[in-house]
């Protein structure tokens, strides 16, 4: 198949029950605003490229990459912080994301069998306007792709053209592994009807196991007929169970969802979204274990990375988020429901104007736990909220009614943390004063207001430690606090 190209990248789809995922070197992004996100973007990521990435040991899965479970709050009721970061994890992690690198090179040099979508009848490929449909050439290629009993690689190729697509399922389990050499241009249907059955996907990807994506292609999903028709743009329209979550460039909702999946790999991604593009989150990990997002540029109108419940071993590295609302773990606990999420690992990311930081954010009446978490070497350019917990998240006009259960929040590591607050509070801790937040601890800290300001940290209902210089910290003296109204 020859070199593939390494410019641009994006991985708009939802991935549902997969065993292995990849996205090596992928399929580029653009928005309705700027075209094509330029190379001179490249330099927001600083020293990313896939030598520096291999290194795992010696960047981001070493002793240091997740807080034990030693690290529990009886180390700080006994006015003693211990720090004690667990092996098993760090090993377990490393090892899943070696076998994983080596069943991606293994694909990648395989044997191939080579299937073109523009070989099936209905495959017109429109260069120009891309308003034909192609849907039925995709559903015929993807039937004999995924039926194909082959010694090494079924590579499904798409072509340098422009093809339209109503809402589709790939769906296996496929017989052999599975390449999808994406190198023209995907694009959604506008026609809303034809979402009539399936308001919330457009491509879905499921019971696929051994699948690489790549090609740096596009894949536009259209997602402004969307935006114009949501409750949040428009005032006057009710909120509803509208057709949403579509899962591409320029979605409705979120670009690309990680649902129920174990051992991923995302990495060169190129997301994009107008600021004011309501519930576009850049990459959303839900029920999914053992993933790494590296080296990803995300500019959207909602979180950059958001990462909900039964979720574990998630490790984003290298990320330049902005616009949007940063880096966020939940909201957790929604409708009084039961939550877990742990083994969370953010190192070496870069956010600019974003609403938030780095984020924990639950709801009051639900349950569960966001534990053993760290952010580390994080940098902050005219950020409203750098870093936050907020376990009274209420998303409504009114004020939400004070509950008694609450997800807890524990064992939080914030380090090497510096930059520039919007506002005047660069720390927030808004923590439930029947759950605290416990086990929190802060280390080379500086975050500035705006204008040089001295910013200022608002902490609540929260036992914290903190090491090294912290600025600014909470309003109590001493290494040791239990802040509370």
Request: with cysteine; hydrophobic share 30%; proline share 3%.
């Amino acid at each position: 198949m020859g070199q593939q190209r390494h410019d641009h990248h994006l991985l708009p789809f939802l991935f549902i029950m997969m065993m292995m995922i990849s996205f090596n070197n992928n399929i580029s992004c653009y928005s309705s605003a700027s075209q094509v996100l330029l190379e001179d973007d490249r330099h927001l990521l600083g020293p990313c490229g896939p030598d520096h990435d291999h290194d795992q040991s010696h960047h981001g899965y070493d002793s240091q990459a997740y807080p034990s479970y030693n690290f529990m709050i009886s180390t700080i009721l006994n006015d003693e912080f211990k720090e004690d970061l667990i092996e098993e994890i760090t090993h377990d992690v490393l090892m899943s994301l070696k076998r994983l690198d080596h069943r991606v090179d293994s694909i990648s040099s395989s044997v191939r069998t080579v299937i073109n979508v523009n070989d099936f009848i209905g495959a017109q490929g429109d260069d120009h306007d891309g308003t034909h449909d192609d849907t039925e050439a995709f559903k015929k290629a993807w039937e004999v792709a995924c039926s194909s009993s082959s010694e090494g690689v079924v590579v499904l190729v798409v072509p340098h053209k422009k093809y339209g697509l109503k809402p589709i399922r790939f769906s296996g389990p496929c017989k052999s592994d599975l390449t999808m050499q994406i190198s023209g241009t995907i694009e959604a249907s506008e026609d809303q009807s034809d979402y009539s059955q399936d308001g919330r996907h457009w491509l879905l990807i499921e019971r696929v196991e051994n699948l690489l994506v790549e090609g740096g292609g596009t894949i536009d999903g259209n997602g402004k007929m969307w935006w114009q028709n949501s409750c949040k743009i428009n005032k006057t329209l009710p909120c509803k169970n509208a057709p949403t979550n579509l899962k591409i460039q320029n979605a409705q909702q979120i670009h690309v969802s990680f649902e129920k999946c174990m051992n991923v790999r995302a990495s060169y991604l190129i997301l994009t979204s107008p600021e004011k593009s309501p519930n576009t989150d850049g990459i959303h990990v839900t029920r999914t274990q053992n993933i790494h997002i590296s080296s990803c540029v995300i500019r959207t109108g909602d979180d950059c990375i958001s990462i909900v419940s039964g979720s574990r071993k998630v490790r984003a590295t290298n990320i330049a988020c902005g616009p949007g609302h940063g880096i966020s773990i939940g909201s957790l606990g929604s409708g009084n429901s039961e939550a877990h999420v742990s083994e969370i690992f953010v190192d070496q990311a870069k956010l600019s104007g974003t609403t938030n930081g780095v984020r924990i954010k639950t709801w009051q009446g639900g349950s569960g736990s966001a534990s053993n978490i760290k952010f580390q070497n994080v940098e902050m350019h005219n950020v409203t909220n750098p870093i936050i917990i907020d376990q009274n998240y209420c998303d409504q006009d009114q004020a939400c009614e004070e509950q008694h259960s609450a997800v807890q929040v524990e064992n939080v590591i914030y380090e090497n943390i510096q930059g520039t607050s919007a506002s005047d509070v660069a720390i927030k801790f808004d923590c439930s004063k029947s759950f605290p937040c416990r086990g929190v601890l802060l280390r080379n800290i500086n975050l500035e207001g705006g204008g040089g300001k001295i910013a200022k940290a608002l902490c609540r209902n929260v036992k914290l430690a903190d090491k090294g210089i912290v600025s600014p910290r909470c309003p109590q003296e001493g290494s040791l606090h239990y802040c509370t109204n």
